[in-house]
């Protein structure tokens, strides 16, 4: 995977939002879809924060941006973007976060600091071969797994 830098570490979001967009572009473009405007909207504000955010949380900052609110015009662009690898939903939340690396087939493993609710995606490969390994020794295949530690930041770690 790309090396990004650690959603925990103090760096410029606009180039995370900036590179985020554009990927998610060159991905769409070949796969012959678009980003429409709200579907752009939603994908930036996954990306302008690394935290997972609620389907009404998104909802909020598109009515903020003019586009209505309305459930299912969030729910869409969340639908798409999940599905097209864009966006991941963390289950433990019920909530919404970009994908760091959607160009590639992965099995996100998400770091949630319980103290501010940061949000990290980090390498996946070892824990799949693991969890691949002792799948296969049960005779189980794994389709889709997406894996969610909760534990506190560097910086709420400093702070208790």
């Known amino acids: 995977m790309p090396n ?9 979001h606009s180039h995370c939002t900036t590179d ?8 769409l473009a070949l796969r012959k879809q678009r980003l429409t405007p709200v579907r752009r909207q939603t994908l930036q504000i996954l990306l302008a924060e690394h935290r997972a955010l609620g389907a009404y949380e998104v909802l909020d ?8 609110k309305q459930p299912p015009v969030a729910y869409r662009a969340l639908e798409f973007l999940v599905e097209h690898g864009l ?6 939340l019920n909530a919404f976060a970009a994908c760091m690396h959607p160009e590639t087939d992965h099995a ?3 770091l949630i600091c319980r103290g501010c609710n940061a949000l990290a995606e980090t390498a996946a490969e070892p824990v799949r071969a693991a969890l ?3 799948a296969h020794a049960a005779g189980f295949t794994v389709e889709r ?16």
């Open 145 to 160: 797994t997406s894996i969610e530690a909760l534990g506190l930041c560097p910086k709420c770690k400093v702070a208790a």
């Open 4 to 12: 990004q830098p650690n959603a925990f570490d103090t760096h410029d």
């Open 132 to 134: 691949d390994a002792a």
């Open 87 to 92: 966006a991941h939903k963390v289950r433990r």
């Open 108 to 110: 996100p493993v998400f």
């Open 20 to 27: 985020g967009l554009a990927r998610a572009e060159g991905i």
């Open 61 to 68: 900052k598109l009515a903020e941006a003019g586009f209505g």
